[in-house]
Protein backbone atom coordinates (compact mmCIF):
# COMPACT_ATOMS: atom_id res chain seq x y z
CA UNK A 1 0.00 0.00 0.00
CA UNK A 2 1.16 3.54 -0.79
CA UNK A 3 2.96 5.50 1.99
CA UNK A 4 2.78 9.23 2.98
CA UNK A 5 4.90 10.31 6.13
CA UNK A 6 5.37 13.73 7.66
CA UNK A 7 6.97 14.74 10.79
CA UNK A 8 5.04 14.49 14.47
CA UNK A 9 5.51 18.29 14.83
CA UNK A 10 7.02 21.39 14.01
CA UNK A 11 7.45 24.81 15.61
CA UNK A 12 7.70 28.53 14.40
CA UNK A 13 7.63 31.84 15.95
CA UNK A 14 5.11 34.47 14.87
CA UNK A 15 5.80 35.94 11.99
CA UNK A 16 8.93 33.23 10.59
CA UNK A 17 8.57 30.67 7.71
CA UNK A 18 7.70 27.14 8.34
CA UNK A 19 7.98 23.87 6.18
CA UNK A 20 6.36 20.68 6.35
CA UNK A 21 6.92 17.70 4.51
CA UNK A 22 5.57 15.09 3.30
CA UNK A 23 7.25 12.07 2.00
CA UNK A 24 6.33 9.54 -0.38
CA UNK A 25 7.55 6.84 -3.57
CA UNK A 26 7.45 9.48 -6.78
CA UNK A 27 5.17 11.29 -4.80
CA UNK A 28 6.50 14.19 -7.51
CA UNK A 29 4.04 12.10 -9.87
CA UNK A 30 0.51 12.68 -8.45
CA UNK A 31 -0.88 15.59 -7.00
CA UNK A 32 -0.55 16.67 -3.19
CA UNK A 33 -3.31 18.03 -0.99
CA UNK A 34 -3.00 19.29 2.23
CA UNK A 35 -5.44 19.55 4.73
CA UNK A 36 -5.86 21.99 8.08
CA UNK A 37 -7.27 20.75 11.22
CA UNK A 38 -8.09 23.10 14.01
CA UNK A 39 -8.94 21.59 17.48
CA UNK A 40 -11.92 20.51 17.42
CA UNK A 41 -13.17 21.11 13.93
CA UNK A 42 -13.20 19.81 10.85
CA UNK A 43 -10.46 19.87 7.86
CA UNK A 44 -10.09 22.52 5.92
CA UNK A 45 -8.36 22.57 2.40
CA UNK A 46 -5.35 24.61 2.10
CA UNK A 47 -3.59 23.53 -0.89
CA UNK A 48 -4.26 21.30 -3.70
CA UNK A 49 -3.28 20.00 -7.11
CA UNK A 50 0.34 20.85 -5.00
CA UNK A 51 0.42 24.53 -5.77
CA UNK A 52 -2.98 25.65 -5.92
CA UNK A 53 -4.85 27.51 -3.29
CA UNK A 54 -8.28 27.38 -2.75
CA UNK A 55 -10.42 30.95 -2.74
CA UNK A 56 -10.06 31.92 0.81
CA UNK A 57 -6.83 30.73 1.85
CA UNK A 58 -4.46 33.27 2.70
CA UNK A 59 -1.16 33.72 0.54
CA UNK A 60 1.16 33.02 2.98
CA UNK A 61 -0.02 29.13 2.30
CA UNK A 62 1.72 27.63 -0.63
CA UNK A 63 2.88 24.39 -1.97
CA UNK A 64 5.54 22.54 -4.04
CA UNK A 65 5.93 18.94 -4.99
CA UNK A 66 8.89 17.30 -6.55
CA UNK A 67 10.58 13.93 -6.24
CA UNK A 68 9.63 12.06 -3.29
CA UNK A 69 8.61 14.99 -1.09
CA UNK A 70 5.83 17.59 -1.12
CA UNK A 71 6.20 20.71 0.65
CA UNK A 72 3.86 22.79 2.82
CA UNK A 73 4.84 26.51 3.29
CA UNK A 74 4.05 28.84 5.64
CA UNK A 75 5.15 32.74 5.26
CA UNK A 76 4.72 35.00 8.16
CA UNK A 77 2.95 32.41 10.38
CA UNK A 78 0.87 33.57 12.61
CA UNK A 79 -0.95 32.31 16.25
CA UNK A 80 -4.49 31.18 13.86
CA UNK A 81 -2.15 29.15 11.94
CA UNK A 82 -1.41 26.53 14.79
CA UNK A 83 -3.03 23.31 13.56
CA UNK A 84 -2.54 19.80 12.24
CA UNK A 85 -1.65 19.37 8.74
CA UNK A 86 -1.95 16.48 6.70
CA UNK A 87 -1.07 16.06 3.33
CA UNK A 88 -3.31 13.99 0.82
CA UNK A 89 -2.71 11.86 -2.51
CA UNK A 90 -3.94 9.52 -4.88
CA UNK A 91 -3.10 6.78 -5.66
CA UNK A 92 -4.04 3.59 -8.13
CA UNK A 93 -3.54 1.13 -5.95
CA UNK A 94 -4.46 2.29 -2.25
CA UNK A 95 -6.77 5.21 -3.95
CA UNK A 96 -6.98 8.45 -1.37
CA UNK A 97 -3.83 8.41 1.33
CA UNK A 98 -3.13 10.60 3.84
CA UNK A 99 0.16 11.21 5.70
CA UNK A 100 0.31 10.68 9.24
CA UNK A 101 -0.28 14.28 10.27
CA UNK A 102 1.94 17.40 11.57
CA UNK A 103 1.29 19.24 14.38
CA UNK A 104 2.37 23.26 13.70
CA UNK A 105 2.89 25.21 16.95
CA UNK A 106 3.33 28.62 16.82
CA UNK A 107 5.20 30.34 19.85
CA UNK B 1 -22.85 27.89 -0.09
CA UNK B 2 -21.31 24.40 -0.07
CA UNK B 3 -22.84 21.84 3.26
CA UNK B 4 -22.44 18.90 4.45
CA UNK B 5 -23.97 17.73 7.86
CA UNK B 6 -23.28 14.48 9.00
CA UNK B 7 -25.80 12.35 11.32
CA UNK B 8 -26.56 9.36 12.62
CA UNK B 9 -23.28 8.31 14.93
CA UNK B 10 -23.67 7.28 18.11
CA UNK B 11 -22.82 4.59 20.94
CA UNK B 12 -23.12 1.11 19.72
CA UNK B 13 -22.10 -2.36 21.44
CA UNK B 14 -19.21 -4.57 18.95
CA UNK B 15 -21.07 -6.42 16.46
CA UNK B 16 -23.54 -4.04 15.99
CA UNK B 17 -24.51 -1.60 13.21
CA UNK B 18 -25.19 1.95 12.49
CA UNK B 19 -26.30 4.05 9.43
CA UNK B 20 -24.49 7.37 8.62
CA UNK B 21 -25.79 10.22 6.63
CA UNK B 22 -24.83 12.78 4.87
CA UNK B 23 -27.34 15.76 4.09
CA UNK B 24 -25.88 18.29 1.52
CA UNK B 25 -26.85 21.90 0.55
CA UNK B 26 -25.63 24.75 -1.47
CA UNK B 27 -24.14 23.05 -4.98
CA UNK B 28 -25.68 20.54 -7.65
CA UNK B 29 -25.08 16.84 -5.41
CA UNK B 30 -25.80 14.46 -8.41
CA UNK B 31 -22.51 16.37 -10.06
CA UNK B 32 -19.98 15.52 -7.68
CA UNK B 33 -18.23 12.40 -6.16
CA UNK B 34 -19.05 11.79 -2.18
CA UNK B 35 -16.30 10.47 0.22
CA UNK B 36 -16.29 9.11 3.42
CA UNK B 37 -13.44 9.51 5.70
CA UNK B 38 -12.95 8.98 9.57
CA UNK B 39 -10.64 9.77 11.97
CA UNK B 40 -10.08 7.44 15.84
CA UNK B 41 -9.66 9.49 18.14
CA UNK B 42 -6.10 10.96 18.44
CA UNK B 43 -5.21 9.66 15.32
CA UNK B 44 -4.44 10.83 11.63
CA UNK B 45 -7.42 10.68 8.71
CA UNK B 46 -8.38 7.67 7.09
CA UNK B 47 -10.34 7.54 3.77
CA UNK B 48 -13.14 4.98 4.40
CA UNK B 49 -15.41 5.14 0.90
CA UNK B 50 -16.34 6.69 -2.50
CA UNK B 51 -19.22 6.61 -4.42
CA UNK B 52 -19.27 8.09 -8.02
CA UNK B 53 -21.55 10.80 -9.12
CA UNK B 54 -24.66 8.72 -10.23
CA UNK B 55 -23.72 6.04 -7.64
CA UNK B 56 -22.67 3.48 -10.20
CA UNK B 57 -19.02 2.94 -9.01
CA UNK B 58 -17.70 2.49 -5.45
CA UNK B 59 -14.57 1.93 -3.47
CA UNK B 60 -13.72 0.91 -0.17
CA UNK B 61 -11.21 1.32 1.91
CA UNK B 62 -9.41 -2.34 2.50
CA UNK B 63 -9.98 -2.38 6.43
CA UNK B 64 -14.09 -1.65 6.17
CA UNK B 65 -14.14 -4.12 2.47
CA UNK B 66 -17.09 -6.12 3.21
CA UNK B 67 -18.92 -4.27 6.42
CA UNK B 68 -19.43 -0.97 4.83
CA UNK B 69 -21.88 -0.20 2.00
CA UNK B 70 -21.80 3.40 0.57
CA UNK B 71 -24.65 4.84 -1.22
CA UNK B 72 -26.42 7.89 -2.45
CA UNK B 73 -29.77 9.34 -3.39
CA UNK B 74 -29.15 12.65 -5.48
CA UNK B 75 -33.54 13.41 -5.38
CA UNK B 76 -32.43 13.66 -1.92
CA UNK B 77 -29.09 15.14 -2.22
CA UNK B 78 -27.92 12.88 0.69
CA UNK B 79 -25.07 10.52 0.88
CA UNK B 80 -25.00 7.36 2.94
CA UNK B 81 -22.76 4.44 5.11
CA UNK B 82 -24.06 1.44 6.29
CA UNK B 83 -22.03 0.08 8.67
CA UNK B 84 -21.96 -3.61 10.04
CA UNK B 85 -20.30 -5.86 12.61
CA UNK B 86 -18.25 -2.97 13.94
CA UNK B 87 -15.52 -2.99 16.33
CA UNK B 88 -13.56 -0.88 18.54
CA UNK B 89 -10.88 0.09 15.65
CA UNK B 90 -14.10 1.46 13.58
CA UNK B 91 -14.52 4.16 16.71
CA UNK B 92 -13.84 7.75 15.17
CA UNK B 93 -15.55 10.90 13.88
CA UNK B 94 -16.90 10.19 10.39
CA UNK B 95 -16.94 12.93 7.93
CA UNK B 96 -18.08 12.97 4.62
CA UNK B 97 -16.40 15.18 1.98
CA UNK B 98 -17.00 15.93 -1.39
CA UNK B 99 -14.29 14.46 -3.97
CA UNK B 100 -12.92 17.04 -7.04
CA UNK B 101 -11.29 16.14 -10.14
CA UNK B 102 -7.48 16.98 -8.69
CA UNK B 103 -7.95 13.76 -6.49
CA UNK B 104 -8.54 15.73 -3.57
CA UNK B 105 -11.29 17.05 -1.22
CA UNK B 106 -12.76 21.10 -1.26
CA UNK B 107 -15.29 20.65 1.24
CA UNK B 108 -16.02 18.37 4.69
CA UNK B 109 -18.71 18.06 6.76
CA UNK B 110 -18.54 18.46 10.71
CA UNK B 111 -18.10 15.34 11.79
CA UNK B 112 -20.43 12.70 13.11
CA UNK B 113 -18.89 10.57 16.58
CA UNK B 114 -19.67 6.56 15.96
CA UNK B 115 -18.42 5.03 19.40
CA UNK B 116 -18.26 0.93 19.74
CA UNK B 117 -18.26 -0.42 23.25
CA UNK B 118 -17.61 -3.93 23.99
Known amino acids: SYELTQPPSVSVSPGQTVSITCSGD??????ASWHQQKPGQSPVLVIY???QRPSGIPDRFSGSNSGNTATLTISGAQAMDEADYSC??????????FGTGTKVTVL | QVQLVESGGGLVKSGGSLRLSCAAS????????MTWIRQAPGKGLEWVSH????????FYADSVKGRFTVSRDNSKNSLYLQINSLTGEDTAVYYC???????????WGQGTLVTVSS
Open chain 2, 97 to 107: ARAIEQQTFDY
Open chain 2, 26 to 33: GFTFGDYY
Open chain 2, 51 to 58: ISSRGSVK
Open chain 1, 26 to 31: RLGDKY
Open chain 1, 49 to 51: QST
Open chain 1, 88 to 97: QAWDSTSLYV
